[in-house]
């Protein structure tokens, strides 16, 4: 078995390891619904997860992959952009995905943007817990582009150091601009 996952599976490995069921976690990019799914389970009948697309076909094929495995009840689906995340959202949060890039199957053109991400994370920020973790995986390349990866690759290196620990991980020998990850962890 290969022991150094992809990047969407270290990001579940590690969310895996984070969160606690009863614990309110945000999927900010819900996309086709997977990582909302994944969270869902993780947090348990008690827990919440606040799940943020911009797109009603990503929303409804969330709520289907929901439906189709009873975990409706737990699940808060919104439509609206995560810069706004702070509107919906009052208690600490232990976790925040993002899966940056477009929707797989949708219009390539609608994708998330660095202006309205680093708001986000920002949001984020204020939101987490002590030791909550910010998880991004991030897309680039092909019709996603460079600019929202190399601006917020730039980004991330400013943020306070005393208050909040980022780490970057890449593939450096694959082809093909293979996603990369990156977490924020409250301190
Ligand atoms: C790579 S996909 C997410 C994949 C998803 N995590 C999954 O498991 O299928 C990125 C999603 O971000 C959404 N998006 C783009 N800008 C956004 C924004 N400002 N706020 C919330 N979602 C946004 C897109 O509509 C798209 O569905």
New binding site residues.
Partial sequence: MQLIKNCLGQSHEIVDMVVKEGDTVV??????????VFLAKLVGEKGKVYA????EM?LQKTREKLVSQGLTQRVELIR????NMSKYISEPVSVV?F??????G?NHN????FQ??SC?IEAAMRLLKKNGLIVMVV?YGGDSGFEEKDTLMEYITTIDCKKYSVLRAEFVNQPNCPPLLVLIEKL
């Fill in positions: 999927d900010a990019t819900a996309g086709n619904g997977n990582d909302t943020f697309d911009i797109q990503a609206d952009g995560h810069e995905m899966n940056l890039g477009y929707l797989p949708g609608i994708c998330t943007r309205t991400t986000a897309y």
